[in-house]
């Protein structure tokens, strides 16, 4: 909980990782892209505050202390989701799989929740783990990195066949929200790989799934939203935009938040650290405190209130994991539904 | 000579000014992708290209590495072009590649859906670029006083000489195969067809967020080039604080 000028908010982060990119566990032979990933992640820290940035072994490998530390004694999380991303041609043991997640998340149950991934290229096999992995993880939520390399193909698309076969058997499991992550690969590779286009077919072919886009589909985050105006299950997640923009560009921030809130609306925006990218306690108290400026450059986008803010921290993230949230921390009146004064005007579009 | 060599340098960054980052619609020699250019005495020519991360997408980066080998092999007297893309993980395929004269598939073969000269992709970013820039300059002439009629019945020729923006939706036009007589309506569809008074605004909402991406992905590169690469280079928007 994080209080503020006399508000409490509920904070759930829903996008963070306990990854382990150290050299001993990068693939023989394949050492610059596992060496090359994790300096391009480290890249990202120095978009944050300069005395939260880390040094390169540290931030390869960083401790279950490190976490607690970072996450609950500093960082005002009182719920997060841990999300998996294994990158296995790389990294030995995987880049950041769901057992190494649930090895923290089984200390703290009350807080933690693992999601797991899947990968549709792995066919029969995938499925059976996806199987076994929601039971281990009692998973809620997946996390697809779309741009992973395997056994020579360069990436995949959430609209083929294959993917919806998963996208079924999550259904079955009791697997309710997808959080799609795009990369810079793709098959084939000649087409944009940042297309936000094959999420938009498959939240329309599953409305009984949520797909919460990384990122916010950054670098095409006009595409994406133009797509979750339309897509009633498409969320957008804030990892990378609070963190990579609020410090380092805040007039990019506003735009962006601007754009957002206009297109998307606050009921579906999810805050995400991104830990260890950015550690959170820059992030929640630089959001709460952020205002959209007063100025003619910003009057065309919705200025946010405390209830915004209090849905965008935790409880709209809250719902779609089933958090219990503490009476006193919930909105007093149930939570207005967003102004949508402008719905009419995108629709007509 | 000496003279001679210092020009042919010169005239090589010069013809490099002419590439644009396809997502930024940015010459790459502003973005300070360019880290290296050489011209021998003889007249060969050697140009390493660093992008802001090693993953930057492979089809981007082969773009900017094979317009930069077009342009130079264009310029007089120049004799053999070496385009090196520099710390990238796909750069060994992309610089054989370029090296053997092929084209994406060559450096990616099975790995493409048979657009091979990444023409598709072009395009698609040549139209976002062309509503990105067309936006900027609505937004000037509407601060200007100027009503949606006045700026929907606007012609080519009523853009301003001097703005960068006009010049490049000219050329973004020219590329696209669209009408840009001088008499030609001013502000169009990516279809080609004239913005309507009575959609301008509407037109201007979703041409404004194009834009907002098109300068946020730029930001970001400026900030990983700083950060990563340690290359301070000119930020018309902001700062790293």
């Excluded at chain 1, 993880?137 to 996390?143: E, M, R």
């Excluded at chain 1, 994406?224 to 380092?248: R, S, W």
């Excluded at chain 2, 037109?203 to 991406?213: E, H, I, Q, Y």
Aim: charged share 30%; proline share 6%; aromatic share 10%.
């Amino acid at each position: 909980m994080y209080e503020k000028d006399g508000e409490q908010y509920f904070v759930v982060d829903a996008h963070q990782h306990f990854w382990d990119a150290s050299p001993a566990n990068w693939v023989k032979g394949q050492e610059q892209y596992a060496k090359g990933w994790i300096e391009c992640f480290h890249a990202y820290m120095g978009l944050g505050p300069p005395e939260t940035h880390w040094p390169l072994e540290k931030f390869m490998k960083y401790s279950e202390d490190d976490y607690v530390h970072d996450v609950f004694e500093e960082g005002h999380i009182d719920a997060a989701v841990l999300q998996s991303t294994y990158l296995k041609e790389w990294y030995t043991d995987g880049f950041n799989t769901a057992e190494r997640n649930a090895r923290i998340a089984e200390k703290y149950p009350d807080k933690l929740i693992v999601n797991g991934r899947f990968d549709p290229r792995e066919g029969e096999a995938g499925l059976k783990q996806l199987e076994e992995d929601a039971k281990r993880y009692n998973l809620k939520g997946v996390k697809v990195y779309t741009a992973e390399w395997y056994k020579g193909s360069r990436g995949w698309t959430l609209k083929d066949p294959e993917a919806q076969i998963f996208l079924d058997k999550c259904k079955e499991l009791g697997i309710k929200n997808i959080h799609a992550h795009k990369g810079p690969t793709i098959w084939p590779l000649d087409k944009d790989a940042f297309d936000v286009k094959d999420i938009d077919v498959a939240a329309t072919s599953n409305p009984e799934l949520n797909f919460i886009v990384e990122h916010v589909g950054l670098p095409r985050i006009e595409d994406f939203c133009f797509m979750a105006t339309q897509e009633p299950n498409v969320y957008a997640g804030l990892a990378v935009v609070i963190g990579g923009l609020m410090h380092a560009r805040p007039r990019f921030f506003n735009k962006v938040m601007g754009e957002l809130l206009f297109w998307v609306g606050e009921d579906k925006m999810l805050f995400g650290s991104d830990y260890g990218i950015w550690e959170p306690k820059w992030q929640v108290e630089g959001f709460i405190d952020w205002k959209m400026p007063d100025t003619e450059e910003y009057s065309d986008y919705p200025h946010p209130t405390t209830e915004s803010k209090k849905k965008i921290m935790g409880l709209n993230a809250a719902k779609l994991y089933d958090i219990e949230v503490p009476a006193e921390l919930q909105l007093q009146n149930g939570g207005a539904p967003a102004a949508k004064e402008d719905a009419q005007l995108v629709e007509s579009a | 000579m000496t003279a001679v060599t210092a020009t042919t340098t010169a005239s090589v960054l010069g013809a490099l000014a002419e590439v644009h980052d396809p997502e930024l619609d940015e010459p790459i020699t502003r973005l300070g992708f360019v880290t290296s250019c050489e011209v021998s005495p003889g007249g060969d020519v050697e140009v390493v290209l660093q992008l802001p991360t090693p993953q930057c997408a492979p089809n981007f980066a082969f773009l900017m590495a094979a317009d930069a080998r077009t342009v130079v092999r264009r310029l007089p007297g120049v004799r053999a072009v070496t385009i090196r893309l520099e710390d990238h993980y796909t750069g060994a395929e992309i610089n054989a590649a370029l090296g053997r004269g092929e084209g994406f598939a060559g450096a990616f073969p099975d790995e493409t859906g048979g657009d091979d000269d990444l023409e598709a992709l072009r395009e698609l970013f040549l139209r976002k670029a062309l509503v990105a820039r067309e936006s900027r300059l609505c937004e000037a002439l509407l601060a200007d006083g100027d009503s949606p009629e006045e700026i929907a019945a606007r012609r080519v020729a009523d853009l301003p000489d001097d703005a960068p923006d006009a010049r490049r939706c000219i050329e973004l036009r020219r590329r696209l195969g669209l009408n840009h007589d001088p008499g030609s309506p001013a502000f169009v569809l990516p279809s080609g067809e004239p913005v309507p008074a009575s959609g301008l605004r509407r037109w201007l909402r979703t041409a404004r967020l194009v834009r907002m991406s098109l300068e946020v992905n730029g930001g970001i590169c400026r900030s990983l080039l700083r950060v990563h690469r340690g290359v301070a280079i000119d930020d018309p928007e902001e700062v790293l604080r």
